[in-house]
């Protein structure tokens, strides 16, 4: 039976959410207030199924909008080096296809974005189906196992940190939020913040539906509601993975794929995480059901790993020898790319930021990853500007009483959870010819 705990968590900030995002908000404000994380259990940290590919924008279409992009991903390099975060050592890679060459330098140019060719393909292409493209280096681009840069960020968070799941949003009138209930084990945690941030990605919406339905005034419930059915655009990324002791290291935008290699923990081994394009048709709006994975289309694994064998003669060598496995990620992104043709959308696209009309509120969407830094900077302006001095309370909770340290997390795809299979059976799993 839950047990209500006879008193109540004070804190100056609670932040909902455990993945990058959330993290960095409340790891900067915690060098001046008080500030309690909630990993919502429902959503999980959802940074884990990252590629850890922070963009700088090459892929952009708008060089007003791929600038700030080059900043952000600059920002991660120097907040890897000042925190001492291991960062793959050689640049991405873009390679572009020959039509495409002029109209992308030229964009790259007008963003001021460093990108010199180079003279041969990366060694794991060379002789593959972009034989014929042209090669740059993406220097601005970042590579970051995605797990390091959450565990750096739990360390300053303390002990004001709770593994459970929002279950009430208490409202001051419709102006403010009072209270928080958060369900940790078998307690009932009432959190009094005086500023909440939800930062729990594609749990957002889910959320913000719970605060909308508070609200005592009908049209303001139904206005807000219907701004939360369109407050994000839920997109689907497939993921290849593949493992072994022999893949050499390879970052970049290779035709329509991208890769990011990581070492598997203290292991020899090397993982190449794969991206094909998203398939705007799959992109839904508003709240999604987090409690269940999006389902694996085997039709598009099998075209994406013909495509990577086809560019990696490389790959193609070692594919019998390499174990692998596949999920479909989600990004949750600004709900501008609900348009169903993407492409005519200016991109990369902005950050968001939400406040329903209440006092001490907002709720974060960076888009991109590299974005969560710059993001996260912001809120933690609005929050010292609305907060000023932190407050000083009177003996109560703590989360130590109840609560969990934070443990290291590895990525999706670093450790056997992942569900790893050799090929033979991947092959036979999706319907892939044999390499």
Not at 284 to 301: H, I, L, M, Q, Y
Not at 406 to 414: E, I, M, N, Y
Request: glycine share 10%; proline share 7%.
């Amino acid at each position: 039976m839950d047990q209500d705990l006879g008193g109540d968590l004070d804190v100056d900030v609670l932040v909902i959410g455990a993945g990058i995002q959330g993290l960095y908000i409340a790891h900067e404000l915690a060098r001046t207030y008080t500030v309690a994380v909630v990993s919502h259990s429902a959503v999980g940290a959802s940074t884990l199924e990252s590629s850890g590919y922070f963009s700088a924008g090459y892929d952009g279409n708008d060089a007003n909008r791929i600038q700030p992009a080059r900043r952000a991903a600059g920002w991660w390099r120097l907040w890897a080096e000042t925190h001492d975060v291991a960062i793959n050592p050689d640049p991405p890679w873009f390679v572009v296809e020959p039509d495409e060459v002029s109209s992308r330098t030229r964009l790259w140019a007008d963003a001021m974005l460093g990108a010199p060719q180079a003279d041969t393909l990366p060694a794991p292409v060379v002789d593959g189906s972009l034989a014929d493209a042209a090669a740059f280096v993406a220097e601005a681009d970042v590579v970051i196992n995605p797990a390091t840069v959450l565990d750096r960020l739990r360390a300053g968070i303390g002990p004001w940190w709770l593994e459970g799941e929002v279950v009430r949003f208490g409202l001051a009138g419709d102006d403010a939020i009072d209270h928080v209930q958060v369900q940790v084990g078998d307690d009932l945690v009432p959190v009094v913040p005086r500023f909440v941030v939800v930062a729990a990605g594609v749990g957002n919406a889910d959320l913000l539906t719970q605060i909308s339905s508070r609200f005592g005034d009908h049209d303001r419930r139904k206005a807000t509601k219907e701004l939360v059915d369109r407050c994000q655009a839920v997109r689907s990324q497939p993921v290849i993975c593949l493992r072994g002791a022999d893949l050499p290291a390879l970052d970049g935008r290779f035709g329509d794929l991208t890769v990011a290699s990581h070492r598997v923990g203290g292991t020899d081994e090397r993982v190449w995480v794969v991206e094909p394009p998203i398939d705007d048709s799959h992109t839904t709006a508003g709240p999604d059901n987090v409690r269940f994975e999006r389902p694996v289309d085997s039709a598009v694994v099998a075209a994406t790993v013909a495509r990577l064998l086809a560019m990696s003669p490389t790959v193609a060598g070692l594919a019998p020898r390499l174990r692998w496995s596949t999920y479909v990620g989600r990004c949750t992104q600004h709900p501008m790319l609900l348009d169903p043709d993407t492409a005519a959308v200016a991109q990369p696209v902005p950050a968001k930021l939400e406040k329903l009309g209440l006092e001490g509120f907002l709720a974060v969407w960076p888009s991109h990853l590299a974005f969560a830094q710059f993001v996260g900077d912001a809120v933690a302006e609005r929050v010292r500007e609305a907060l000023g001095p932190a407050q000083e309370f009177g003996p109560g909770l703590t989360p130590g009483a109840f609560g969990v340290a934070p443990v290291s997390v590895p990525a999706r795809w670093d450790g056997e959870a992942i569900g790893w299979l050799d090929w033979p059976a991947f092959s036979a799993a999706h319907g892939i010819a044999p390499a």
